[in-house]
């Protein structure tokens, strides 16, 4: 399809485990951004990219996260040493923008630590 | 701190009926909003928007009003379709926050009742 695609939909790891999960944007799209869910929470912002490069990782709520996104389509956010607080939903989303407008969402990666 | 607030966990609603969906947000430089609709296993899509510069936008069954002075934004569906059970999220960006980091609230269940 024409939208944004992401995998693994569903991620089971053991504490201590590292996850990859990818992210697929709309073809052409310049932003990028990484959300994470928590239960009956709202998203919450991650990182931000504009094209290749990562303008913004103040949401990263620690040093065992990380995201890349190279050639400044499909784009990786990896999780490191995984703990139980990690699980969540972990939503991409990408903009044909620069500024305010706009997201369109993946169905997202739904990450349960055990 | 919860930047954007959408007090009502949930709200039922009888089909053909007027909807109301309220967000209450903190931050003065906010300056642009969007709401967005979220369907179980599946990621949110944006329904509608609108500009600090505008106190009201229009989409077929959708309007959304904003406040500025009351920091205080609703989202009216008339009339409510049974196919709008879902979550709504309410989201903002601009200021310090940055005109792309969209910051969202907590989300209301709709139930639209045949």
């Known amino acids: 399809g024409a939208g944004v695609s992401q995998s693994p939909r569903y991620k089971v790891a053991k504490r201590g485990q590292d996850v990859a999960l990818r992210c697929d944007p709309i073809?052409?799209?310049?932003?990028l951004f990484w959300y994470q869910q928590a239960l009956g929470q709202g998203p919450e912002f991650l990182t931000y990219f504009q094209n290749e490069a990562q303008l913004d990782k103040s949401g990263l709520p620690s040093d065992r996260f990380f995201a890349e996104r190279p050639e400044g389509s499909v784009s990786t956010l990896k999780i490191q040493r995984t703990q139980q607080e990690d699980s969540a939903v972990y939503l991409c989303?990408?903009?044909?923008?620069?500024?305010?407008?706009?997201?369109?969402f993946g169905e997202g990666s739904r990450l349960t630590v055990l | 701190d919860q930047q954007v607030k959408q007090n009502s966990p949930s709200l039922s609603v009888q089909e053909g009926r007027i909807s109301i969906l309220n967000c209450d947000y903190t931050?003065?430089?906010?300056?642009?909003f969007l709401w967005y609709k979220k369907y179980p296993a599946e990621g949110p899509t944006f329904l509608i928007s609108i500009s600090s510069i505008k106190d009201k936008n229009e989409d077929g069954r959708f309007t959304v009003f904003l406040n500025k002075s009351a920091k205080h934004l609703s989202l009216h569906i008339v009339p409510s379709q049974p196919g709008d059970s879902a979550v709504y999220f309410c989201a903002a960006s601009g200021g310090t926050s940055g005109t792309y980091k969209y910051i969202f609230g907590t989300g209301t269940r709709l139930k639209v009742l045949a």
């Open positions: 931050n003065s430089m906010f300056d642009y």
């Open positions: 073809s052409g799209h310049v932003s």
């Open positions: 989303a990408s903009s044909p923008l620069i500024s305010a407008g706009e997201l369109f």
